[in-house]
């Protein structure tokens, strides 16, 4: 990983551990995008503010090798998984109406 990459994960980190609402806005913007990669990945950015996989598999009552697996590029998390992730986050996942269509 290149220096410029890791300055990004690293302040990405620490202003999500200072600011729970940073966290869900950056969530919120990949979510927008639609990429799972990139979700995962942020996923990952947020286990690194939230005590590390291994903290946060204590948390959801997660296997860490299962957690880790879940949030590698190529992770397809279930549905009460990413629930337990977020919530152990202080998140959680939310529907709401894009302007769209009715």
């Known amino acids: 990983m ?3 990459s890791r300055a990004h994960e690293d302040a990405t ?3 999500s551990r200072r600011d729970p609402a940073f966290a869900a806005e950056y969530l919120n ?3 927008e995008d639609g ?3 990139e979700l995962l990945t942020a996923l990952r950015y947020m286990a690194g503010a939230f005590g590390g996989v ?3 598999a204590e948390q959801t009552a997660l296997n860490a090798t299962t957690l880790y697996c879940t949030l590698s590029p190529q ?3 279930e ?3 990413l ?3 977020l919530k152990a986050m202080g998140m959680r996942l939310a529907v709401q109406p894009d302007g769209g269509l009715r």
């Open 2 to 4: 290149s220096g410029k």
């Open 13 to 15: 980190i620490e202003n």
């Open 35 to 37: 990429d799972q990669a």
């Open 83 to 85: 629930t337990a992730i």
């Open 54 to 56: 291994a903290g946060l």
């Open 29 to 31: 913007a990949v979510l």
């Open 79 to 81: 549905l009460r998984n």
């Open 75 to 77: 992770g397809n998390p």
